[in-house]
């Protein structure tokens, strides 16, 4: 599974951003797919995650400004991202878990300035 993930960029805090991950197969039956986002020295963390179920799951620092979200039809997991706030800076990655394989995708920057 190839994953390709875009919509990073430079927004000042309290914006938004969507992040886009496609990926080359039918997500449909992709047991969980998730967004990872790491800063320099530090480790990669989860930021929020969902099932083939529809179920999700979120880090703390985001509940409440960050949506997960799929369409299977376009094999697409996006990441909406709202008030967003300078410790969002990070390197944001897609990954995916199938049949117990762990896939990743090519980070994409997202810059909040104060």
């Known amino acids: 599974v190839q994953l390709q993930a875009s919509g990073g960029g430079l927004v000042q805090a309290g914006g938004s951003l969507r992040l886009s991950c496609v990926a080359s197969?039918?997500?449909?039956?992709?047991?969980?797919m998730g967004w990872y986002r790491q800063t320099p020295g530090k480790q990669r963390e989860m930021v929020a995650a969902?099932?083939?179920?529809?179920?999700?799951y979120y880090v703390d620092s985001v509940k409440g400004r960050f949506t997960i979200s799929r369409d299977n039809a376009k094999n697409t997991v996006y990441l909406q991202m709202n008030t967003l706030k300078p410790e969002d800076t990070a390197v944001y990655y897609c990954?995916?878990?199938?049949?117990?394989?762990?896939?990743w995708g090519r980070g994409t920057q997202v810059t909040v300035s104060s």
């Open positions: 969902i099932s083939d179920g529809g179920s999700t």
């Open positions: 197969r039918s997500i449909f039956s992709i047991n969980v």
């Open positions: 990954r995916a878990i199938v049949d117990g394989n762990i896939y």
